[in-house]
């Protein structure tokens, strides 16, 4: 039998195209997992961050111009209201992130429902597709299905564990189209030596900006056993191309006038900061813990210059065991405004598989519904038109 679309994994975006095709539509997901679903099941704490109250195409790294026609046609309000309809209102918390209010398990018994007319082939892994006429083969590990459309929604590389792999790369490589390698990004970066006193301080948590390739992100910032985490870092980690980063460690201050107003008192308890932290910070610096009148000159500029613009340069990242997304993927040079690939028609490519990764907070979530219904509406058109 021959599918009108056969819909490479099992995951956000394929689950959103999915549900929107018709019954008549005859469509196959395939995914490598027993299960459909894994990240969703596991993301936000296992509430599923499902998107943004704030989103615009300036929380992505990618093509801007690319991203924004995507969210002018199915934005945070359209998904909200998807998945109201079907029954989970999200909740919003912190005054811009919405979740699932009890699970994520409640938004994938909805996907679950939705594309429970459509078939899966689980467990099985893609290895290869080919285009011979007007007709896709997909070659798995168990077999070969056939089909007139196909969508590569098999996501990005990182968590491997839940069935990522880098076959959408493999796929736009044997169409001849470009893409941008895999990196882990929403990661930790590890340390050089130089920032080892970092290690002493795991578990203190920190709110900072920071700057990281002229974009400046603010938020706290952890300090780990292995390095350093937190929504900050991980956010930093998505613009990160291997230079120094400046941190700033008193936002809401000026270290000048604290030490001003605090002549009597000591350094590390005038500082608006955990003592560890400004104890090991002073030991770095190899500036004593005095009273703030015994400071001289040169040494409140260097803790001013340090505090405020701490410049250093990771060793690198956790890598893709850890980290939330996968940056890069097909250049979106290469596809129509519907996710099709331009030179190959019938060919998609939505989700984390496409060169557009979002930061943390929902956005990538977002990207991956808008992608999978855009791409869906698509396929029921030209389905018709097919039919026609
Ligand atoms: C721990 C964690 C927490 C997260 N939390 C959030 C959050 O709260 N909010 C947010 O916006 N984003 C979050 N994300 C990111 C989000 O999960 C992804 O961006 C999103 O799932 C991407 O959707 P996708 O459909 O492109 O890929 P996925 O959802 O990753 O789906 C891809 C599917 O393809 C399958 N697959 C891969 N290779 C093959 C193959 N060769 N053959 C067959 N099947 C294959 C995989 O098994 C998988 O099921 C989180 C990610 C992680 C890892």
């Given at each position: 039998m021959i599918y009108d679309t056969i819909i490479l994994g099992a995951g956000a975006s394929a689950l959103m195209c999915?549900?929107?095709?018709?019954?008549?539509h005859k469509t196959l997901l395939v995914d490598t997992n027993e299960k459909i679903a894994k990240k969703i099941k596991i993301s936000g704490g296992g509430r599923c961050n499902v998107t943004n109250k704030y989103v615009s195409c300036e929380n992505y790294l990618g093509d801007k111009a690319f991203v924004q026609k995507v969210l002018q046609r199915f934005g945070?309000?359209?998904?909200?209201?998807?998945?109201?309809q079907n029954g989970c209102d999200a909740r919003l918390e912190k005054g811009r992130f919405y979740f699932c209010p009890?699970?994520?398990q409640q938004l994938i018994d909805i996907f679950a429902k939705l594309t429970k007319r459509h078939r899966f082939a689980l467990r099985e892994t893609v290895l290869e597709v080919k285009k011979k006429e007007e007709v896709f083969f997909v070659r798995t590990n168990k077999r070969?299905?056939?089909?007139?459309?196909?969508?590569?929604?098999?996501g990005g590389a990182s968590f491997?564990?839940?069935?990522?792999?880098?076959?959408?790369?493999e796929i736009a490589r044997s169409f001849g189209l470009d893409y941008t390698p895999f990196r882990p990004a929403l990661v930790g970066f590890t340390l050089?030596?130089?920032?080892?006193?970092?290690?002493?301080?795991?578990g203190v948590s920190i709110d900072v900006v920071v700057t990281v390739e002229e974009k400046k992100l603010q938020g706290s910032m952890l300090f780990a056993h292995r390095g350093i985490s937190g929504p900050v870092v991980l956010n930093s980690s998505l613009y990160w191309k291997k230079g120094v980063l400046e941190v700033d460690f008193l936002p809401q201050s000026n270290l000048i006038e604290l030490m001003k107003n605090g002549k009597k008192r000591f350094i590390s308890s005038v500082l608006p900061l955990p003592k560890r932290f400004s104890k090991a910070f002073l030991k770095h610096l190899d500036i004593e813990d005095k009273?703030?009148?015994?400071?001289?000159k040169e040494e409140l500029s260097m803790l001013y210059e340090n505090f405020h613009s701490y410049r250093f340069a990771p060793a690198g990242n956790f890598g893709f065991s850890k980290a939330e997304v996968s940056a890069g993927g097909v250049k979106t040079q290469e596809l129509s405004e519907n996710f099709e690939v331009k030179k190959v028609k019938n060919l998609y490519f939505i989700g984390e598989s496409v060169d557009v990764t979002g930061e943390l907070g929902g956005?990538?979530?977002?990207?991956?519904?808008g992608s999978g219904k855009i791409c869906a509406q698509f396929l029921i058109n030209r389905g018709s038109f097919i039919l026609d």
């Open positions: 999915a549900a929107h095709l018709p019954k008549n945070n309000d359209e998904l909200l209201e998807f998945i109201a009890k699970s994520s070969t299905h056939k089909a007139h459309s196909v969508v590569v929604a098999t491997k564990n839940l069935g990522a792999s880098d076959i959408a790369l050089q030596k130089e920032q080892f006193w970092f290690k002493e301080l795991s009273e703030c009148k015994k400071v001289s956005y990538n979530f977002q990207w991956a519904f």
